[in-house]
């Protein structure tokens, strides 16, 4: 099966710096990569997502990449602010007849004002 | 509308108690998931039904099932819950079996004593 690895599992950033999560996938079959968001006490929530059809999308200050070769993609946020901080998950997902979605073990990611 | 609704929010039993997790859905999704969040783990996929009539395990089934009731409502039932169940249950919906967003409950808190 799919195997999803996340780093790092950490993460503290200046407010203002940039953000960078890093995933690798095992299953070449996978086709679809989301990042989900979730605060605190909170839902996931989807934030963005990227199909292997496409190298990059971006929706303003974040960004997500793709690198299928490599079997790697990455979550990149700029000019972080306090509200970015929370877990960030990604996930694969083939599309053999149901959302077979494995998701990473999360990123921490910390703000500091 | 309400989105993904799940009941109770929290709950303790004793080990070997049974109990049911409900959640429904008004979204006129086709798929429906659970999943069990363990710190350090992340999000794992307990049971899915791709659609009305269907249900499948996921990565983790053991000492769980499910029932499809209908298209809104999917339940989760642990028959004799055990510390290792202990655990956030989240459940999610999506319009389509085999790609897109996944629509979180707010998760329900489950400590098994």
């Known amino acids: 099966g799919e195997n999803v690895e996340q780093h790092p599992s950490t993460l503290s950033v200046q407010e203002g710096d940039s953000a960078v999560i890093k995933c690798t996938y095992s299953?070449?079959?996978?086709?679809?990569f989301p990042w989900y968001k979730q605060e605190l006490g909170k839902r996931p929530q989807l934030i963005i997502d990227?199909?292997?059809?496409?190298g990059e999308k971006k929706d303003q200050r974040i960004a997500v990449t793709l690198n299928k070769t490599a079997k790697h993609f990455s979550l990149h946020i700029t000019e972080t602010q306090p509200e970015d901080s929370a877990v960030y998950f990604c996930?694969?997902?083939?599309?053999?007849?149901?959302?077979?979605?494995?998701f990473g073990t999360g990123t921490k990611l910390q703000v500091i004002p | 509308n309400a989105g993904v609704t799940q009941t109770p929010k929290f709950q303790v039993l004793k080990t070997g108690q049974s109990m049911t997790l409900q959640c429904a859905q008004d979204?006129?999704?086709?798929?429906m998931y659970w999943y069990r969040q363990d710190p350090g783990m992340g999000l794992r996929l307990i049971y899915y039904?791709?659609?009305?009539?269907?249900?499948d395990k996921g990565e983790v089934p053991n000492g769980y099932n499910v029932s499809r009731l209908n298209k809104r409502e999917f339940s989760l039932r642990l028959e004799s819950a055990a510390p290792s169940q202990t655990s956030v249950y989240f459940c999610?919906?999506?319009?389509?079996?085999?790609?897109?967003?996944?629509?979180f409950g707010e998760g329900s808190r489950l400590t098994v004593l």
């Open positions: 039904s791709a659609s009305e009539g269907t249900t």
């Open positions: 996930a694969a997902s083939d599309s053999g007849g149901y959302q077979k979605v494995t």
């Open positions: 990227i199909r292997s059809n496409v």
């Open positions: 299953d070449s079959a996978s086709n679809y």
């Open positions: 999610a919906s999506s319009a389509l079996a085999d790609t897109g967003e996944l629509f």
């Open positions: 979204m006129n999704h086709n798929s």
